[in-house]
């Protein structure tokens, strides 16, 4: 199913409907995104091929979505796929016919970005990056500047790289990924499937907060009673950082401040508990500091997407910041750090963040390998 206001014509036919539609002329698109009259005629005419930059101005002038055409579609999938290979392995299978199948080792599907799949075969076989561009009928330079994003590669690159060094192309992250953005060129229903799923809305469960309720100073009882108290909110709002654990505890017993004292014995009650297996604790930040841990009951979710709730956003659980990261279609489709950042604090509710709210995001955004 085609979703709406998109096309799954070329982009020379939608371009064409799109300026009969509004009765504009080439020369006035030519103006408005800056490119010259012919070149406008070669992508109308299907001579070219336009990058997605260009499909964005002229999106922009024509007063349409970029996601309109499909080409632009095609490539912000694909370009997704690239860090995403499970995926990328799964649709590669699914392109080919069941006879083909049986010919496709997966065991052997290496995951790495050409590059880094390059060297590491250079250096199992001994061989000069020169050596592997003259076999393939380059000049190192000419091979170089490919490897470094500064031309574009042409496009049976890897399966002569597969060749020169005796290897299936398939075990090529970047030959299985030029496969399935053929098939996906010509099966619209399966990459418009794909482009709703990677740009979906963020889904977050409401938080569910502990019922605030009077409790008796922690200096004033035993550290099993304290323990117990801990354990009450853990089980709600786990996985939580205990950070968060201990204010909710001793704002229940009407303490404002958090003493070196009160610290101690919170940290005391925390690690009795989990000795005691009613408590596990995730150091998330590699620090070993108790206070710090993320702290759940066992039988539960390690890591719950939910909202913020009153919770600040250094208070949520890194784990939990990460899941948010990986749903965000800035991340999904390779935008920039700041791109990611922003959806996560729209997802969040935050319009005004403070440094240490983008800081913790930073944090996520690198633990997941961020761009």
Known sequence: MTPEGVSDSSFAKSLGRLLGERSADIDTLARKVGAERRYLEALLDGDKEPSSGMIELIARALGVSASHFYEYRLATVTSALEWDPERLNHLFLESMTEAERTHVDDSSFDNKPLREAIRALLAVEEMTQAELAESIGLTPSEFSQILNSRVDAPADLPHAIAQAFGVPAECLLAYRLEVVTEWLHESPRELNALWEDMTHGIELAPYDHWPMRSLPDPRRVSLVELARSLIEIVKVEGPVLGARVYSLRLRGAGVSAETRELRSLLNRASFAA??????????????????????RVPGSPEVLMRARGDRSIPEIPLAEVCAVVESTRSYRVGDSVQDVQNEVLAAYGVDQPRLADVEHINHAINMKGGR
């Open 274 to 295: 989990m000795q005691a297996g009613a408590l596990i604790g995730v150091d998330e930040r590699s620090d070993r500091t108790q206070k710090y841990l993320v702290l």
